[in-house]
């Protein structure tokens, strides 16, 4: 588990990770391209590294950070490759949803949401990512996109604190299909591993009335009937 009160330390030169977490639950987080240039620091505390290729804003959130990738063009790359150095004994492991989930002795202290692209028109973008030891690839596919493009890995420990919190892309698969919840509960800390095998249904149910209403779920430990009560429209839900 993750201690109480995890913090994160957003970079303050490029080539600097971002460090989430307490003591020896701690990730640092370094994306491959982060320029030649000291990382600037914007209003509201957004980190900002990169080239005139790709930028990366790095944001802390309540539960954790997100990396805003920018393509700025056509001739951008279509991957970004990040470096997790992670606790000791722990692993990088693709979840059924699309995430990526930090696992140490069987049990998930953290999570990288499944990944969402967007371009600059606000279409939605085929998007993924792929584990090789202990880096995560997201490639995207920015065929007739519309530069700028975003993407935005966003990692969480909402899963061992009491909430997971699900974007537009995973509550799309959950509403699909209850199976994709249910496969969580092998990725999942307790309680999150029973609730999710036994709530599965209504939890995808619950995705269904979240998405008709533009939003997204969220699901709580001390989770009741509907999932809906925690579905969420701020920045989780993207």
């Given at each position: 588990m993750v201690a109480d009160n995890p913090a994160v330390e957003l970079p303050t030169e490029a080539g600097d990770p971002v460090l989430a977490g307490r003591g020896a639950d701690?990730?640092?987080?370094?994306?491959?391209?982060?320029?030649?240039?000291?990382?600037?620091?914007?209003?509201?505390?957004?980190?900002?590294?990169?080239?005139?290729?790709?930028?990366?804003?790095?944001?802390s959130?309540?539960?954790?950070?997100?990396?805003?990738?920018?393509?700025?063009?056509?001739?951008?790359?279509?991957?970004?490759?990040?470096?997790?150095?992670?606790?000791?004994?722990?692993?990088?492991?693709?979840?059924?949803?699309?995430?990526?989930?930090?696992?140490?002795?069987?049990?998930?202290?953290?999570?990288?949401?499944?990944?969402?692209?967007?371009?600059?028109?606000?279409?939605?973008?085929?998007?993924?990512?792929?584990?090789?030891?202990?880096?995560?690839?997201?490639?995207?596919?920015?065929?007739?996109?519309?530069?700028?493009?975003?993407a935005d890995p966003h990692y969480t420990w909402g899963i061992i604190t009491g909430t997971v919190y699900f974007n537009k892309s995973e509550t799309q698969k959950v509403a699909a299909s209850s199976a994709f919840i249910a496969g969580m509960g092998a990725f999942a800390p307790p309680p999150f591993n029973v609730l999710f095998v036994a709530s599965a249904g209504s939890i995808s149910l619950a995705a269904a009335w979240a998405i008709a209403d533009g939003k997204c779920i969220a699901v709580k430990s001390n989770y009741t009937f509907p999932a809906y009560s925690g579905s969420q429209g701020d920045g989780y839900c993207r």
């Open positions: 701690t990730v640092a987080v370094t994306p491959e391209l982060v320029g030649d240039r000291a990382a600037d620091t914007l209003a509201g505390g957004t980190t900002v590294v990169g080239d005139s290729d790709e930028t990366i804003a790095i944001q959130t309540p539960d954790g950070f997100r990396m805003m990738s920018v393509l700025a063009d056509a001739s951008s790359a279509t991957s970004t490759t990040y470096d997790v150095e992670l606790p000791d004994g722990a692993s990088l492991v693709v979840d059924p949803l699309g995430g990526v989930v930090v696992q140490r002795d069987g049990v998930a202290t953290g999570r990288f949401n499944a990944p969402w692209a967007v371009d600059a028109n606000g279409k939605q973008l085929d998007t993924s990512y792929s584990v090789a030891g202990s880096q995560i690839t997201q490639t995207f596919d920015t065929t007739g996109a519309v530069f700028p493009v975003v």
